[in-house]
DNA sequence: GTGAAAGCGCTAACAG
DNA sequence: CTGTTAGCGCTTTCAC
């Protein structure tokens, strides 16, 4: 296989048209509209623009006169090696790109990993639109993306005055769960969180550390713990909350470790992601601890992994989040964003799925009235 | 958090300019040259920026203007959820990721699945460059970003002219396979293999299908079988060779079945991949078939699982490799194409692990001289 | 069916 | 430090 020699100057539709006698215009259409020309006509324009080597309309050009660049650009502060090796961000990453794939649009990755605090990417991004996934509320990037002009759609974020959301109803979903672990009789409760915050913190997570995180997901879901188990009598202070800055299995159990170290009483275990639980799960089997029997764990997401161990957890369909997204980006009904007010959101169905990690306390303290 | 309304027409480099009283170039300094303005008239042009809601020069202009897109294009000719979820895939994919977040450059995967046989997408990507991978040698896409004016890294693919090229030698990588299991004996053997072509065949490859194959790395390693075995007076055409088009653990077991079945008198499975190789071990346990006593199996890659279940495979660095293609497009010795010749090749090492899947043959049959 | 004119929004010399 | 001048390469009315 060979290719045409490229060190002369690079032909443009110009230099073709004059090579040809013919108008921009005609060779323009050759390529964009076939039936505006005879279709001879149209054969020797591409024939000459072959022997020129003219590779066709140049897209950036053509970018910035139809106003359209056929990509939308993916907002991810968060390493790649994160993106690629996490399932949940996977599955998220999958939906988009299958979105994507569909309306035969490109899927930008900007570089935005933590640390790059050049929001410049951002800007010089020559994309139609934007997905965020898995950004704090307060990054840069962020605000960065909100003032372009082009439609954007948050994935797991809170709402945004103008931006479309998907996402699950985190609230809801971490209720059910909190409800399922009060119901079989858990009182005394630890709890395994993902980062709260870009400041790495590995450990105890503060009242004020919570109701302060910039992960909207995370907020949302300790939000919801405390309000059920507030209901019930447990007061949220006293319940230990443990944080970890990276997320992997080992950081789950050694998250776990360090909390039932501090906090042997403990009956249950509850994990606000998959792979912070089966790190737990480790752990305990480490410790020699039956699970459910002497400690109930508890996950969030339906990986896997998770569904494989077995463990409670809530469901969520990251493939479908991902491809909700990518749709309501690509094929919305885009109206003419006369209409300031009229953001679209999309609340998808979490399911709880009670595993064979979850079960009464040990020692059943129910509380029962009367001697 | 809320946003400036956009109904009216956007504010361009031009219309903040004139509401400034300064020129255009000034306005565009602000941005791009801070340096060269006062400090005080800066921030006034950024002042009036953000209350006109002017999100800054916008990128499809200045791409076209300066020439840079800040994007390089991944060709992949598969679904995506393939690439999403095949270990090396994935270690490429993350190699390359890797690689452009290193230099601050966007990274866009292209539409380009199978069966899209619509190749203006990559016409109207406005990238810098475009890295393809994983894609046969036949596929009109490849020839479509072969014609585009950019730099080209292939990964995986052979040589074409003017193109910068990575990949492992896949042909001695197999050839010392090879080597090991014809050391250990074995002269009775059968091939699973990947894919040849964008055409399905599920079952046996002949010696044609093997010699069109499209997939160059397939082709190479069955090459270097077939060379090596010949040379210990084993006739290739009597080794039956199983193709399958899709690659997961499943098919990997199924074309054992398929092989097995055909040939029982077969004492060594070596397959193109790990994940057939994972299939296959699985097959065998299923069968009975204790490994390495009764059959010896050998993959490709070194991904974790086959190193978890300790299969003697080549091992490949995917990661390096995406990374080295990244690289090699983003910063290379971008001599001003003057030397149409000097394409750029980076060959990657690999490694044969000798794992616990072989060994000599159940019933030595040594080649004895005399009685 | 074909062409002429008018920019899309920006940056890069180069002069002042 | 600031402005003037020229486009980058293309598409798109709107006449012919």
Same mark, same amino acid.
């Given at each position: ?8 100057? #690079?032909?443009?539709?110009? %230099?073709? /048209? /004059?090579?040809?006698?013919? $108008? ?13 020309? @005879? ?23 053509? +970018? ?16 790649? +090696? ?20 569909? $309306? ?29 996934? %898995? ?52 009182? @005394? ?47 949220? @202070? ?34 606000? $992601? ?52 990518? @749709? ?8 003419? +964003?006369?209409?300031?007010? $009229? ?14 990690? +979850?079960? #009464?306390?040990?020692?059943?303290? #129910? ?5």
């Amino acid at each position: 296989m060979s290719r045409p020699i490229r060190t002369r100057r #690079q032909a443009t539709l110009a %230099s073709l /048209a /004059a090579e040809l006698g013919v $108008s921009r215009t005609t060779v323009s259409n050759a390529y964009n509209r076939p039936d505006q020309l @005879s279709p001879e006509l149209r054969r020797r324009v591409l024939e000459t623009a072959r022997q020129l080597g003219y590779p066709g309309p140049d897209p950036v050009a053509r +970018s910035l006169r139809t106003r359209k660049a056929g990509a939308v650009g993916l907002l991810l502060t968060e390493n790649l +090696s994160y993106a690629f090796r996490d399932p949940v961000a996977l599955g998220v990453l999958e939906g988009i790109a299958l979105a994507c794939e569909d $309306s035969g649009t490109g899927l930008q990755l900007l570089p935005a990993g933590p640390g790059n605090e050049d929001v410049s990417t951002v800007h010089k991004a020559g994309v139609d639109g934007f997905i965020v996934y %898995s950004v704090p509320d307060d990054d840069p990037h962020l605000s960065g993306v909100l003032q372009r002009p082009v439609p954007t759609v948050i994935i797991d974020q809170p709402l945004i005055d103008g931006v479309d959301r998907v996402g699950p109803d985190d609230a809801a979903a971490m209720t059910a769960m909190a409800n399922h672990v009060v119901e079989l009789g858990h009182r @005394s409760i630890g709890i395994l969180c993902m980062r709260l915050s870009q400041d790495r913190n590995d450990g105890p997570a503060s009242m004020l550390r919570q109701h302060q995180a910039h992960y909207h997901t995370q907020r949302t879901r300790l939000d919801a713990l405390a309000t059920t188990f507030g209901n019930v009598g447990v007061e949220w @202070s006293t319940v230990p909350v443990i944080e970890r800055f990276d997320h992997t299995v080992a950081d789950g159990a050694t998250a776990a470790a360090e909390l039932l170290d501090a906090n042997p009483e403990v009956t249950a275990l509850i994990c606000t $992601s998959d792979i912070l639980a089966l790190g737990a799960l480790e752990e305990a089997h480490r410790r020699g601890l039956r699970v459910p029997a002497d400690l109930t764990i508890t996950g969030f997401d339906g990986i896997a992994d998770a569904q494989r161990a077995g463990l409670t957890t809530v469901h969520q369909p990251v493939q479908d989040k991902g491809h909700a997204a990518g @749709s309501l980006l690509l094929n919305p009904i885009r109206k003419t +964003s006369t209409v300031p007010g $009229s953001t679209q959101v999309i609340t998808l169905d979490t399911e709880l799925k009670i595993g064979t990690t +979850s079960a #009464q306390p040990r020692t059943t303290e #129910q509380h029962w009235f009367g001697p």
